[in-house]
């Protein structure tokens, strides 16, 4: 039994393929999904998607979204999806110190559009494997 997982942005179809597990990263937590699992939504936050494709792991770093698990299908909407060959390691490296030097004087309205942008530049160092 395999999982289909499709991965969606405003723009495009990142991925549709078939695979044997999906780790993303919800609002309160990674979720793990194997074959099988219970009919779930859930919010999910930026980070670091993962799934087991012939070849091994496949990560993908995400924005926020939403996932939908229903009849062994993994429905992911998220506002941005990059493969490691999409993303630009020393743009997110720019993009983390820039956010990193921006939290040491943010103001209270500005701090979670910071950490926002935070999140992001790591995960996509993560998928780059630059982190």
């Known amino acids: ?4 997982l499709v991965v969606v942005t405003p723009e495009k179809k990142v991925v549709e393929t078939e695979t044997d597990q999906v780790e993303v990263p919800g609002e309160l937590g990674y979720l793990g999904i194997l074959p099988g699992h ?6 999910l936050k930026t980070g670091v998607l993962k799934y087991r ?4 792991d496949k990560p993908l770093a995400i924005s926020a979204g939403f996932m939908e698990v229903s009849n062994d299908t993994v429905s992911v909407l998220a506002d941005l ?6 993303i630009d390691a020393s743009a997110a490296e720019k993009d983390r110190a ?3 030097e921006e939290l040491k004087t943010a103001s209270r309205e500005t ?6 942008r935070l999140e992001l530049a790591e995960a996509r160092l993560a998928v780059a ?3």
């Open 1 to 4: 039994m395999a999982l289909k």
């Open 38 to 43: 219970a009919p779930l939504i859930s919010l």
């Open 53 to 56: 494709d012939r070849g091994g």
């Open 81 to 86: 999806a990059e493969e490691p060959s999409d």
């Open 98 to 100: 820039k956010a990193e």
């Open 111 to 116: 701090l979670e559009e910071i950490r926002t």
């Open 129 to 131: 494997g630059k982190a």
